[in-house]
């Protein structure tokens, strides 16, 4: 299994940036999808972003214009980069990736707040 590793976290003020980044201890693409995942507090997890394999990108509506996913290859890595930020953005993060196999691995999460 390929262990997925999230950074980039933290405390921005509404209508910052943040970048997160997900790392995997393998080959990236072993995955059919990496997606990023959020969870606020008493709320459920929710899909915010997803790539497949094909390059196939899939966005929350919430989120659409404001956030990008992207991967680099040669570095095995996911990368979310949010703009526009806004109080209800304030959730942990995950990573999730799911192989061919439906296998699935998680990352630890990474808490982000949008706050003044």
């Known amino acids: 299994q390929v262990q997925l590793v999230e950074s980039g976290g933290g405390l921005v003020q509404p209508g910052g940036s943040l970048r997160l980044s997900c790392a995997a201890f393998?080959?990236?693409?072993?995955?059919?999808?990496v997606a990023w995942y959020r969870q606020a507090p008493g709320k459920q997890r929710e899909l915010v972003a997803s790539?497949?394999?094909?390059?196939?990108?899939r966005y929350l509506d919430s989120v659409q214009g404001r956030f990008t996913i992207s991967r680099d290859n040669a570095r095995n890595k996911v990368d979310l980069q949010m703009n526009s930020l806004k109080p209800e953005d304030t959730a942990v993060y995950y990573c999730g990736g799911l192989t061919p196999e439906n296998e699935r691995s998680w990352g630890q999460g990474t808490q982000v707040t949008v706050s003044s």
């Open positions: 790539i497949f394999r094909d390059g196939r990108i």
């Open positions: 393998g080959n990236i693409l072993w995955f059919e999808i």
